[in-house]
């Protein structure tokens, strides 16, 4: 090519859940991230960050459109969706032609309308820029991958780790292979194969020995092979009731389908030989309190799963307060519950005022009753925090108003909007300090490893809730059987397998 490419960049990042939630609207992404037009280029970090330092790195020009991301939730409105999508397209066909489109998506956004969100987006990004042009485009390692994103992308790529610390260089693999194939250097050629597995987080960590980490690193090693471009795998976000989700893995091969179809088929067999070893171990709430008041010292995490925000629940959730008021009221604890009322209440009773809240569930009543509690209000904030690391490395996240309220030697942290955890920003921003705590309520299946690494112990909490560490608890309906976990053999089952047309 004889001038230097011209690359559109943006995207939609954001994952949701069908079972709970607060649903996400164009608020949620004003008060996370939402960068128009050049706005997007001032991006430092994350996958945005990556994409834009390998583009200039090369020698591109990226001409960018919108990017939002935001905390997980319900499903994103329609008129969020439609506003989102509208300005993205708008953009694209304003910056005229392009060599190349490179999409930062999650892979797990629905909308109220929408069962594929970023099927959709690519399906219409395809059509605007015609079949030429190449178009790849970033997912989580949760993304529910269909066979429209197949169909409508040349390179799709996932997240390496889990926890999520390869957004950056995922976001730079990502501009790389879209440069490699619009110089012709390449020709991509995409399989992705799925078995009807669904399970929770809690087994799905990338390091250690666990059946996920043995998975990636499998797929991984691939990529050492000539003529493979690259490989992904998939835990799909099971919090998601669509038709046909399920996990595997994803091979880019340079102009070899057989081969692709071939290797991601044996991933996603791989996968389902590992189910078992991804279903978690739990305890109810009050069998966790009482088996870490028999560990010596702290903190032990109660691993609230069930309440993931990061998985979309609304943080609403009490369970591990009841336990921890009813069995150990004295013990040092912290816990944060997402109750809007409570904070407004507590604002208005102010610093050091005793109140009497009915805390919990109000977001999201589907999935529990509140808990009385009576306490005094310790400290009052903004709720502004800023993250480091990750996904949204220096972005402020926003818990709205918040509030400190003791109740005997459990400290809440109240707060207004829910918030994607990542290493304990929320309890540090409040002066919160897990050192000191016996318990720890953490309300995510993984990055407590991260934040906590000095923890005791960590107890996974069978509790109700849109984000459950097994999805036996979950109702599907739209998902249809049979899948692993209600299935445990099914006969005949082959992967799925989708492929690029090539
Ligand atoms: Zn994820």
């Known amino acids: 090519m004889a001038s230097a490419p011209r690359i559109a960049v943006g995207g939609i990042l954001t994952e949701c859940n069908d079972f709970g939630g607060v649903p996400i609207d164009l608020e949620a992404f004003e008060r996370f991230e939402l960068r128009r037009g050049d706005e997007v280029l001032g991006a430092r970090s994350g996958v945005m960050g990556g994409m834009l330092d390998a583009l200039s790195g090369r020698g591109a ?143 799905g960590s990338t390091e250690g020995d666990g059946p996920f980490a043995t998975l990636m690193r499998r797929a991984k090693a691939l990529e050492a092979r000539p003529g493979v471009l690259s490989t992904s795998m998939f835990l799909v976000n099971p919090f998601l009731d669509r038709p046909g989700m399920g996990s595997g893995g994803l091979v880019i091969t340079d102009g070899d389908p057989d081969t692709a179809r071939r290797e991601a088929a044996a991933l996603a067999a791989e996968y389902w030989e590992r189910r078992h070893d991804l279903e978690p171990e739990m305890s109810s709430p009050r069998d966790a309190v009482r088996a870490g008041l028999g560990i010596e010292g702290g903190p032990v995490l109660l691993l609230e799963t069930a309440d993931a925000c990061g998985g979309g629940a609304a943080g609403d959730g009490v369970a591990c307060v009841a336990a921890l008021i009813e069995l150990a009221p004295d013990a040092p604890s912290m816990a944060p519950v997402v109750d809007p009322d409570a904070a407004a209440a507590c604002h208005a009773a102010g610093a050091g005022a005793p109140v009497d809240l009915r805390l919990g569930h109000r977001v999201d009543p589907r999935w529990g009753e509140p808990v009385e509690i009576s306490g005094v209000v310790e400290t009052l904030g903004a709720g502004r925090f800023a993250y480091r690391g990750g996904i949204w490395e220096g972005t402020v996240g926003e818990m709205g108003p918040t509030a400190v309220v003791r109740a005997g030697g459990l400290r809440i942290l109240v707060s207004t909007h829910p918030t994607y955890e990542w290493q304990g920003e929320q309890f540090e921003s409040v002066g919160l300090d897990a050192d000191g705590a016996k318990f720890v309520v953490v309300k995510n299946p993984m990055n407590y490893r991260i934040a906590y690494p000095g923890a005791r112990a960590a107890i996974v909490v069978d509790s109700p809730g849109p984000t459950p560490a097994s999805c036996r608890a979950l109702p599907y309906v739209r998902m249809a059987r049979p899948f692993f976990p209600f299935d445990d053999d099914i006969k005949g089952l082959q992967p799925e397998v989708f492929a690029s047309s090539e």
């Open 61 to 203: 020009t990226a001409a960018p459109l919108l990017f939002g991301s935001t905390s997980p939730g319900g499903p994103v409105t329609t008129e969020c969706y439609e506003a989102l999508r509208r300005e993205l397209l708008d953009r694209l066909r304003a910056v005229g032609p392009v060599d190349g489109v490179l999409l930062a998506l999650h892979g797990a956004a629905v909308a109220e309308t929408v069962d594929d969100v970023e099927g959709d987006l690519l399906e219409r990004v395809r059509g605007l820029v015609g079949p030429e042009v190449r178009v790849v485009a970033t997912l989580d390692l949760h993304a529910h991958v269909t066979g429209e994103m197949v169909r409508f992308a040349d390179g799709l790529l996932g997240w390496e780790t889990y926890p999520h610390v390869d957004t950056y260089t995922t976001g730079r693999r990502g501009a790389d292979l879209l440069l490699d194939a619009v110089s012709g250097s390449v020709r991509p050629c995409m399989a992705l194969a799925k078995v009807p597995v669904l399970t929770g987080a809690v087994n």
